[in-house]
C-alpha cells in the first residue's frame, strides 16, 4: 500500500510563503487523486485542494482560492502545496492523501504550519 511523508511545515510571518511536499512510495502513485487537508486546533479537518492524476483537474477550498497552488511531479511521486500569502488562519496541521479507491484512505502524518500575526 501506498505510504506518505509530508515535509515543509514550519513557522512564516503573516504574508510569508511556504511549500509542502508530500513524498510517496510505490509504483501506484500516478493511479490516484491526491488531497491536501488540514485541521486546526479545535476545529476538523478541512478539504484544502487536490489534484487528479494526470494533474488536469484540480480544485481549491474558496479559504485558499488565489493564494495557495497544488501540483504534482509522477517521475519523483510527489505532490506539492505552494502556499503564499499565508495568513494567521492557515495555521494548522496540514496533510496530504490519497484517493486510492472511492474515498481519501491513505494518510500522511502531517506536517504543522504556523504562521505568526
Known amino acids: 500500500q501506498v505510504q506518505l511523508v509530508e515535509s515543509g511545515g514550519g513557522l512564516v510571518q503573516h504574508g510569508g510563503s511556504l511549500r509542502l511536499s508530500c513524498a510517496a512510495n510505490g509504483r501506484t502513485f500516478s493511479r490516484y487523486t491526491m488531497g491536501w487537508f488540514r485541521q486546526a486546533p479545535g476545529k476538523e479537518r478541512e478539504f484544502v485542494a487536490h489534484i487528479s492524476q494526470s494533474g488536469e483537474s484540480i480544485k481549491y477550498a474558496d479559504s485558499v482560492k488565489g493564494r495557495f497552488t497544488i501540483s504534482r511531479d509522477n517521475v519523483k511521486i510527489t505532490v506539492y502545496l505552494q502556499m503564499n500569502s499565508l495568513k494567521p488562519e492557515d495555521t494548522a496541521v496540514y496533510y496530504c492523501?490519497?484517493?486510492?479507491?472511492?474515498?481519501?484512505?491513505?494518510w500522511g502524518q502531517g506536517t504543522q504550519v504556523t504562521v505568526s500575526s
Open positions: 492523501a490519497a484517493k486510492t479507491l472511492y474515498t481519501y484512505d491513505v
